[in-house]
């Protein structure tokens, strides 16, 4: 199986794959690999005549191969990008010998979303031995802020850990929505400034007091009425502040917590290992940790849940989400 890196660094190179087999759970690599092989591949001049989009869906495995063993016109390659592939997958195993004997003057690109192939099956063998494999998993939530610092890095810039895990709680493991307004910070961020929680404020529309962040801080200290004012708001505006999103940010923190009493080390750097967290927040946990001792911990957590479920619509009355969500600070407080 081969790596995002390690892809990505043979295409800038040109030294291409006769065939890339792009899978997995999270579609946003996906489609960067994908992007990234369709302006590499081929000069813009060269794509009308040696460049084919096939859709799982419209097409069928025999066209596929059909267009791969073409020659390309004046050009070094053809290229040919199969998307949305999943469509296909009764029929896949049909690619096999093409892929045991791929076209050398042709790019076979398979963007296979959301699945991935049964590594028994001989389409896999095949890939291994003829072709490239990769896998695109999800990323955890508590490695978004990593991520995201990692990617405003690639794009020349700086972001403080306070902003990436702002934007990170607020936006979610949604990668294409994350990755589209990074693009934006930095193209309204001054080069020279650091990407920071004012900035996340002004251009994105998430407010640096009122945020699921804000609100386990809050809690954590013991600071009701700033947490009765954040939930409030939240209420005011559920669209940006869904109420699933809230209960599951709770959820992680008092998760976090129970980690946290669990550990035989205290150690800060042994903190922030344990729970994914930068070593500037581990002083939080402490402080969070010292207001719920472990014993109230597990009821808290039922609490959750409960509020989960009612969210849903089990065994609940209905209430608004202002209302909800002010029961839930009530009863962990």
Known sequence: M?????????????????????MGEEPFF????????????????????????????????????????????MAEYQLVVVREAQELSRTLEQLTAYIEQPQPTTVLVV??????????????????KHGTIFESKKIY?????????????????????????LLADSVGADLGTLNNQLTKLCLVVGSGQEIGVEHIELHVGISKEFNNFELRKALGVGN????YKI????????KQHPLLGTINSLYAFFIQLLTYHGLASKNPDTVAKTLGIHPF???????????????????ILGIIKQADL???????????EREALQQLVSKIC
């Not at 963007?111 to 291994?128: E, S, T, W």
């Not at 890095?153 to 972001?159: E, N, P, T, W």
């Not at 009612?310 to 608004?320: D, F, I, L």
């Open 231 to 238: 939930v409030h708001y939240f209420g005011m505006h559920p």
């Open 2 to 22: 081969d790596t995002l890196t390690s892809i990505k660094s043979s295409i800038s190179q040109r030294s291409f794959s006769p065939v890339y087999f792009l």
């Open 30 to 73: 996906v489609d960067e690999l994908s992007e990234q092989l369709i302006h590499s591949v081929l000069p813009e001049e060269q794509r009308d005549f040696n460049q084919t989009i096939l859709y799982g869906k419209d097409t069928t495995v025999d066209e596929i191969v059909s267009c791969c063993k073409r020659f390309p016109m």
């Open 141 to 165: 939530e508590n490695k978004l802020p990593a991520w995201i610092e990692q990617r405003v890095q690639s794009l020349g810039r700086s972001i403080n850990y306070k902003a990436s895990m």
């Open 111 to 128: 963007c296979y979303k959301y699945k991935k192939l049964d590594k028994r099956k001989k389409i896999y063998k095949a890939l291994q």
């Open 281 to 299: 927040f581990v002083r939080e946990i402490e402080q969070a940790a010292n207001r719920y001792p472990l014993k109230t911990i597990v009821p």
């Open 310 to 320: 009612a969210a849903k619509g089990v065994e609940a009355v209905p209430v608004s």
């Open 224 to 227: 009701t009425a700033q947490a």
